[in-house]
Nanobody, 121 residues
């Protein structure tokens, strides 16, 4: 069984920063891409950033230059450093990972439970 757990969300003032973490645990054989998404009230889930196991990254235009995705393969953890936060960044932030588990060696998609980020003065 594999789990993804996000942490690091909270309330921050406009212009502030937050660092989100996504830790994968369980019967993991290997982790492929790890992504961050967000979903604001009344809106569809939005892709933010992705990072491959080799460290190649890609970003949505809406966060390019403000957000940075990284990962620690030894800890099975991905991070999202968010700077210059704006009120429109307020959303629930979700982690996604494509993981091959030990038992079946099959590749499956996993999502975390989400962490709330609120940008407000």
């Amino acid at each position: 069984q594999v789990q993804l757990v996000e942490s690091g969300g909270g309330l921050v003032q406009p212009g502030g920063s937050l660092r989100l973490s996504c830790a994968a645990s369980g019967s993991i054989f290997s982790i492929y891409a790890m992504d961050w998404y967000r979903q604001a009230p009344g809106k569809q889930r939005e892709f933010l950033a992705t990072i491959t196991s080799g460290g190649i990254t890609n970003y949505a235009d809406s966060v390019k230059g403000r957000f940075t995705i990284s990962r620690d393969n030894a800890k099975n953890t991905a991070y999202l450093q968010m700077n210059s936060l704006k009120p429109e960044d307020t959303a629930v932030y979700y982690c996604y990972a494509a993981i091959r588990d030990i038992a079946t060696r099959g590749r499956s998609d996993y999502w975390g439970q989400g962490t709330q980020v609120t940008v407000s003065s």
